[in-house]
């Protein structure tokens, strides 16, 4: 855990200064966003855009951003999008955001597991999913270019994803599988880079 801080702080110091709250254009002074507006990176968490997998950045103007990710996860391959509106014009600023994921399922294939409660079998097969997810976090584009994002939230699960095919989970067994496959808490960081624009990559 202190290599992985280490290996953040090493990136922020050379990526450029992360307290300047924008970039020198000619004699006008643009926030970071402006000049950079497309990124991408690498994605992991919990009912988060992708699971695991790629997710893109762009920033409509300096306090709008869409993402976009696809990934693997526990309900299957993720695709996803979302919008977020960033409070400042700083390096790093808090965010609210809204996304849509959905998640293949397990393609019409049955999973077995075994209910630890009871010892049998249960066979259930994993059907498409789609969330709303709702996020409050953290985002940091640095002149430089480096990216950083986290946030936290909660995924609500628009339809039931669970058909079981033999067996019936007991109580715990079936909360458990709530928890693995519906509704629940977001955690999520995001690592990345964001490019510099074409146009502003000279100074007038």
Do not use: C
């Not at 695709?79 to 790093?92: A, D, V």
């Not at 067996?167 to 955690?187: E, K, L, N």
């Amino acid at each position: 855990m202190n290599r992985f801080f280490l290996f953040i702080l090493f990136i922020l110091l050379f990526s450029g200064p992360v307290s300047a709250q924008v970039k020198k254009f000619g004699e006008l002074e643009l926030p970071v966003r402006m000049t950079r507006t497309l990124g991408i990176n690498g994605n992991i968490g919990w009912n988060s855009l992708t699971g695991f997998g790629i997710g893109m950045q762009y920033y409509v103007i300096p306090k709008v951003a869409l993402d976009g990710g696809v990934g693997i996860s526990s309900t299957g391959y993720k695709f996803s999008i979302r919008g977020r509106y960033i409070f400042l014009k700083k390096n790093f600023s808090p965010f609210a955001g809204t996304g849509f994921i959905y998640s293949t399922g397990s393609f019409d294939r049955a999973v077995t597991i075994e209910d630890v409660n009871t010892g049998h079998d249960i066979t259930f097969k994993l059907l498409p999913s789609r969330f709303l997810q709702f996020v409050v976090g953290g985002d940091l584009v640095t002149n430089g270019g480096f990216f950083l994002m986290f946030d936290l939230g909660y995924a609500y699960l628009l339809n039931d994803n669970i058909v079981i095919v033999s067996g019936t989970p007991s109580q715990d067994m079936d909360r458990v599988m709530r928890i693995a496959y519906g509704s629940g808490i977001v955690f999520e960081v995001s690592i990345g880079y964001i490019f510099k624009n074409k146009g502003f990559r000279s100074r007038f």
